[in-house]
Antibody, heavy 124, light 107 residues
Framework: QVRLQESGPGLVKPSETLSLTCTVSGGSVSSANHYWSWIRQPPGKGLEWIGYIYYNGTTNNYNPSLSSRLTISVDRSKNQFSLKLSSVTAADTAVYYC???????????????WGQGTLVTVSS | IVLTQSPGTLSLSPGERATLSCGASQSVSSNHLAWFQQKPGQAPRLLIYGASSRATGIPDRFWGSGSGTDFTLTISGLEPEDFAVYYCHQYGSSPQTFGQGTKVEIK
């Protein structure tokens, strides 16, 4: 069974960089049929897609609303992928989820496995 | 692509049929439209992908339909565990986007 687990600081100061890691177990980030994704959800609000990375690290896709502040990377040796969001403000306070986006030769399955989510609060 | 879900809240009794709508501001590429269920304090769970295919382990009371710009999630015979928030999600165009959600609550 594939499991994803987010980790990182729960509190970040304004203007600093938010850094989160997602550890994958029961599967490999080096799989050719997956994108490794981040999604966030402000408290009491809806879901926002942040972006994804492919295992080779050379293919990524970011939400334009965040792209100037965003870096998603992958560490195949640790079976992890990470998110860095710079210059954060209170508007970046949210539950951050990591997820797997899957496809095969004929079908794109969307986000089929998710982590439990981690709340990151931006406050001084 | 902006996804607009309606209604915002659906008040129904167990056993009733729920019909949730998702409208897209432009055609969803290859019907790459998914539906997720989210319960309080939990991550979203994939129900439907490709507009009409059920994900692994999803009961057959969940039905997805539609194409182009108009999509529907139908739950035929609500069970107690189905009361939750439902989101549609388009993944055919970048950036991927979600609807604002429909809450299905117990009447």
């Amino acid at each position: 069974q594939v499991r994803l687990q987010e980790s990182g600081p729960g509190l970040v100061k304004p203007s600093e960089t938010l850094s989160l890691t997602c550890t994958v177990s029961g599967g490999s980030v080096s799989s050719a049929n997956h994108y490794w994704s981040w999604i966030r959800q402000p408290p009491g609000k809806g879901l926002e897609w942040i972006g994804y990375i492919y295992y080779n690290g050379t293919t990524n896709n970011y939400n334009p609303s965040l792209s100037s502040r965003l870096t998603i990377s992958v560490d195949r040796s640790k079976n992890q992928f990470s998110l860095k969001l710079s210059s954060v403000t209170a508007a970046d306070t949210a539950v951050y989820y990591c997820a797997r986006d899957s496809w095969d030769a004929t079908t794109w399955y969307s986000l089929d496995y998710w982590g439990q989510g981690t709340l990151v609060t931006v406050s001084s | 692509i902006v996804l607009t879900q309606s209604p915002g809240t659906l008040s129904l009794s167990p056993g009733e049929r729920a019909t949730l709508s998702c409208g897209a501001s432009q055609s969803v590429s290859s019907n790459h439209l998914a539906w997720f269920q989210q319960k309080p304090g939990q991550a979203p769970r994939l129900l439907i992908y490709g507009a009409s295919s059920r994900a692994t382990g999803i009961p057959d009371r969940f039905w997805g339909s539609g194409s182009g710009t108009d999509f529907t999630l139908t739950i035929s015979g609500l069970e107690p565990e189905d009361f939750a928030v439902y989101y549609c999600h388009q993944y055919g165009s970048s950036p991927q986007t979600f609807g604002q959600g429909t809450k299905v609550e117990i009447k």
